[in-house]
């Protein structure tokens, strides 16, 4: 009898599709994995990048109380609100320390950490939304070059070296390598100094 009844239910539900009646809509945060994570050396510029898969998925806008926390020096972070839409396959989120926010030219971040330093450069584990997603590395895997950053494809473990390129989920990327927009705020505080 049981199956009868769930095969009845199965038989309905695409017979509703069928006839353009709404489906249930699925609506969450799941597929999100980081797959980018940056810091210079001193830690006050940091960047954690995440991104949707390239296949088919449901709304996951709803980042809104998710936490994204690192276990070396016990911060977290719950997320304020949802994100502003719905996202469409590969499309990022950024989540940034006060520092990354405040360089002339860089992209705005969706999200901005209560503190630099916010990870440890010498090694940490990043979790998102209680397990859903965890990155883990060591201090000579993540480089503080001001030009590279850690990556890594979306639901996979390898972390490969290459060039930082922050996107923020309105799809803005970094318009230079985040070391010049460095270089070139110190050099700008530099010409501030010797002019006073």
Same mark, same amino acid.
């Given at each position: /009898?049981?199956?009868?009844?769930?095969? /009845?239910?199965?038989?309905?539900?695409?017979? =509703?599709?069928?006839?353009?009646?709404?489906?249930?809509? &699925? +609506?969450?945060?799941?597929?999100? &994995?980081?797959?980018?994570?940056?810091?210079? +050396?001193?830690?006050?510029?940091?960047?954690? @990048?995440?991104?949707? #898969?390239?296949?088919?998925?449901?709304? @996951? &806008?709803?980042?809104?109380?998710? !936490?994204?926390?690192?276990?070396?020096?016990?911060?977290?972070?719950?997320? #304020?609100?949802?994100?502003?839409?719905? #996202?469409? +396959? %590969?499309?990022?989120?950024?989540?940034?320390?006060?520092?990354?926010?405040?360089?002339?030219?860089?992209?705005?971040? %969706?999200?901005?950490?209560?503190?630099?330093?916010?990870?440890?450069?010498?090694?940490?584990?990043?979790?998102?939304?209680?397990?859903? %997603?965890?990155?883990?590395?060591?201090?000579?895997?993540?480089?503080? %070059?001001? *030009?590279?950053? *850690?990556?890594?494809?979306?639901?996979?473990?390898?972390? *490969?070296?290459?060039?930082?390129? #922050?996107?923020?989920?309105?799809?803005?990327? @970094?318009?230079?390598?985040?070391?010049?927009?460095? !270089?070139?705020?110190?050099?700008?505080? /530099?010409?501030?100094?010797? =002019?006073?």
């Amino acid at each position: /009898m049981q199956f009868k009844k769930s095969a /009845m239910l199965a038989l309905a539900a695409t017979c =509703a599709g069928g006839l353009g009646l709404p489906s249930i809509a &699925r +609506a969450t945060f799941h597929e999100w &994995r980081i797959d980018e994570l940056y810091s210079n +050396a001193s830690g006050t510029v940091q960047f954690i @990048e995440l991104q949707q #898969p390239s296949f088919e998925f449901d709304d @996951e &806008r709803f980042v809104g109380s998710q !936490i994204l926390a690192e276990s070396a020096l016990g911060h977290s972070f719950t997320f #304020p609100s949802n994100l502003p839409g719905v #996202p469409v +396959a %590969d499309q990022n989120f950024l989540v940034a320390t006060p520092g990354f926010a405040s360089l002339p030219g860089a992209p705005t971040p %969706d999200y901005v950490l209560p503190s630099n330093n916010w990870f440890s450069t010498a090694g940490d584990t990043l979790n998102y939304a209680s397990g859903i %997603d965890t990155l883990s590395f060591t201090g000579s895997q993540l480089p503080t %070059d001001g *030009i590279n950053s *850690i990556n890594r494809a979306w639901g996979t473990t390898p972390l *490969i070296t290459g060039r930082e390129t #922050p996107t923020n989920f309105a799809g803005v990327p @970094e318009p230079a390598t985040l070391g010049l927009l460095i !270089i070139g705020a110190g050099l700008g505080l /530099m010409r501030r100094r010797r =002019a006073v």
